[in-house]
């Protein structure tokens, strides 16, 4: 299985380019928006959407009246090997189509003056509309070349896959031109509006926006000047594609996906071309076949420590007639007869727990009693908060394979960080690992010591950069691409995170753990504190053996500083 970057552009694709247009307004920051024409069966009838279009054959032939980058500058902005200059050429046009705005200069790139050519450019708008005409025979005859340099590259998205008609379409920047004023063609563009981004978004408008559109709008909301929101265009390095999928919501009506929602990875892997949408919500009980081997059942015990409940999977040889499964979940009847139901007439012959927190592993005796399964995990330390009645048959050696099959090996992968006898599981032939608890989806994992360490958590997490990985298949959530840019994420969040320990330790002087965690998870909910106190007590140990903070009788400070508390009137300042 081959890693999922983002996809290339399909060839059934069309191309197209759309012009984000800014202007500073009364109330800051506006864009220039137009409602569509209604066209019954197209999704885009009636959205408001930013100018723009598809490209055309002609737009190659302007290439001779542009003042700014070549196609070569213009490609390699884009990412493309040839052609990314007929996408600028294609924006101007399609802005100067739909909304009357040109973007031209005289051929030594000094202003033209278009109001002397108001006449006979209205004329070759309309040509233009029409098809009668194209960008170059218009330069030529009004001695005009169009002015590229003032585009920025901003986005770039393409239609999800399973759509009828699909759209690669890059979206530019650019300021308003002076002394033109923007007027609907009456075709396409129904209607003009000048609008800030957030009342775009006002619900109140009821203005029908395309997923592509909303994200536009919130990336622009922040900014409330037309030349700063034009400069961060400009100074990005990166433009990676946005590809939205489609999911089923509950009642089977279609939902769209973005890059970043939590289901959006595992539908491009059950559904790569679209045909055949998969529910997007993960319901208790409902057994989900995630490849040829994996099948995942739900848990009934959603919520605040376990996201939508916890995953148990079951992992077998495409051609083999057993089961491994991999973490029981709680001792829950309705979860057991569902992984049972699940695994219908194959056996299931181990039962593997990633670790022993009363969300994982309970479920096994049940599961091995009805099934005769083995039962391999290590065996609780003497903490609370354990299951202290489980009762491995096995406990497996770091880098220990279970062999399923002759296509399907599971490797143990020694993680203890979370819970110090957490044991991830590697899928080796689909480059999936099984985190339990050592990778969540969606939020930090808790390291509550005595047994939870964060020193051991980080190293733990770093030792993953070392395996081939395609997929995590988290104990909460959905399977996660790109398993290293996550740990990579997860690790900089908790040097982050320690920093600010670090920081709050000198800014305040010695104190408590509880005095700490205000300033140290400022970005936390307040009912969420107590659970955050025992983090920063992971954090404050794992600076302890590294020798950044110093604790006596409970109470924290900086190496250097005096264990006695501080007054008010000496805090040393937090740098
Ligand atoms: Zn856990």
Redesign the pocket.
């Known amino acids: 299985m081959t890693t999922p970057e983002p996809h290339r552009t399909p060839t059934d694709a069309r191309k197209a380019a759309s012009l984000i247009v800014l202007r500073d307004g009364a109330h800051g920051l506006e864009l220039l928006m137009l409602q569509r024409a209604e066209r019954a069966g197209d999704m885009r009838s009636r959205a408001v959407v930013f100018p723009g279009g598809v490209l055309d054959a002609a737009d190659r032939h302007a290439h001779h009246f542009v003042v700014g980058p070549d196609d070569a500058a213009a490609s390699a902005r884009l990412g493309l090997p040839e052609g990314g200059l007929d996408y600028l050429v294609a924006a101007v046009r399609e802005a100067f189509e739909e909304v009357g705005l040109l973007l031209a200069c005289a051929s030594d790139g000094s202003a033209a003056d278009l109001r002397e050519r108001a006449t006979a450019l209205a004329s070759w708008r309309l040509r233009l509309q029409q098809g009668q005409g194209t960008m170059a025979e218009m330069c030529s005859a009004l001695d005009l070349r169009l002015d590229l340099r003032a585009l920025h590259y901003h986005s770039h998205w393409l239609t999800p896959p399973g759509v009828a008609q699909r759209f690669d379409t890059r979206f530019f920047t650019v300021l308003a031109p002076a002394g033109q004023e923007a007027v609907a063609d009456l075709g396409e563009a129904q209607e003009l509006m000048w609008t800030t981004p957030a009342a775009a978004l006002d619900p109140a408008r009821g203005w029908k926006l395309l997923p592509v559109t909303r994200t536009t709008l919130q990336r622009l909301t922040p900014f409330t000047r037309a030349a700063d929101a034009h400069a961060e265009a400009g100074a990005r390095r990166e433009f990676p594609l946005n590809m939205p999928r489609i999911g089923r919501t509950g009642d089977g009506k279609p939902k769209i996906f973005l890059p970043w929602d939590y289901p959006w990875a595992e539908i491009g892997r059950v559904d790569p071309d679209g045909r055949d949408p998969p529910l997007a919500e993960i319901v208790a009980g409902r057994a989900v076949r995630l490849s040829p081997r994996i099948v995942r059942v739900t848990a009934p015990n959603p919520g605040v420590m376990t996201g939508p409940g916890t995953n148990a999977y079951l992992v077998g040889d495409a051609g083999g007639d057993g089961w491994v499964l991999v973490d029981p979940g709680p001792d829950d009847a309705s979860h057991r007869d569902a992984i049972l139901a699940a695994a219908g007439t194959r056996a299931i012959t181990h039962v593997l727990a990633t ?1 022993t ?1 009363p ?2 592993s309970p479920g096994a005796a049940a599961i091995a009693r009805a099934s005769g399964a083995a039962v391999w995990g290590l065996r609780a330390p003497p903490h609370p908060g354990q299951d202290h009645g489980f009762a491995p048959d096995h406990e497996p050696a770091d880098g220990e394979c279970l062999v399923l099959g002759p296509a399907t090996t599971l490797r143990a992968i020694h993680t203890p960080g ?2 110090s006898n957490h044991v991830c599981w590697l899928l080796q032939e689909e480059r999936l690992l099984f985190t ?2 050592h990778v969540m989806q969606g939020s930090t ?2 390291i509550n010591p005595p047994d939870g360490d964060m020193g051991a958590y980080l190293r733990s997490l770093q030792a993953l950069l070392a395996l081939e990985l395609d997929w995590f298949a988290p ?1 909460h959530g959905w399977l996660v691409a790109q398993p290293h840019a996550l740990v990579r994420a997860l690790v900089a969040h908790r040097r982050a995170r320690e920093a600010k320990v670090v920081e709050a330790l000198a800014a305040l002087g010695p104190c408590a753990v509880e005095a700490l965690v205000p300033s140290v998870y400022d970005d936390v909910p307040a009912d969420r504190f107590p659970i955050a106190a025992r983090s920063l007590l992971a954090h404050l140990l794992a600076l302890r053996d590294d020798g950044a903070a110093a604790e006596s009788h409970g109470v924290w400070r900086s190496p250097g500083a005096a264990a006695a508390p501080r007054t008010s009137g000496d805090r040393p300042d937090a740098r």
Request: proline share 0%.
């Open positions: 670790h927190h969300d994982h979370h819970a339990g608890d994992v808790v104990g």
